[in-house]
């Protein structure tokens, strides 16, 4: 599974990129919105967590530009903003889950592997074929 980390706070962003890769996620980091912009049209994600507070273009406006480019992998916004206007906003702008900082990164990690879940049509992480049983989330 490919992940898109897209935090302009460097310490955060390595942080996220190393919890991930621990848990096997093949991740591609990017610190601002251009750069994210790029990154997320041209590869082929499985999921992407975006920061709002982005230099060089906001992070709601690169999630508006991807789903008008038929981006459609899941979105889940990873930002200090915790009014219930601005997740409106995040969640209609496509996002698909939403999560405040600070946060726990047991949370985060659950919410990413349930939209993994969700948008590859397993409705649990245990695939079995005869006696054979594979835990992906493990």
Do not use: C, N
């Amino acid at each position: 599974m490919r992940i898109l980390v897209v935090e302009d706070e460097a310490r955060l962003r390595e942080q996220l990129v190393e919890a991930l890769t621990v848990r096997h996620y093949a991740v591609d980091a990017a610190g601002d919105g251009q750069e994210a912009l790029f990154l997320g049209q041209g590869t082929p994600y499985d999921l992407a967590i975006v920061d709002l507070g982005l230099p060089g273009l906001p992070g709601l406006e690169v999630i508006r530009r991807w789903r008008a480019g038929a981006v459609k992998y899941p979105i889940l916004i990873l930002t200090a903003r915790g009014h219930w206007q601005e997740k409106v906003e995040g969640l209609e702008a496509g996002a698909d889950d939403y999560v405040v900082k600070p946060f726990h990164l047991e949370e985060l990690l659950a919410r990413v592997q349930a939209l993994i879940r969700r948008t590859s049509g397993l409705p649990s992480s245990i695939l079995e074929a005869g006696p054979l049983r594979l835990d992906t989330a493990a």
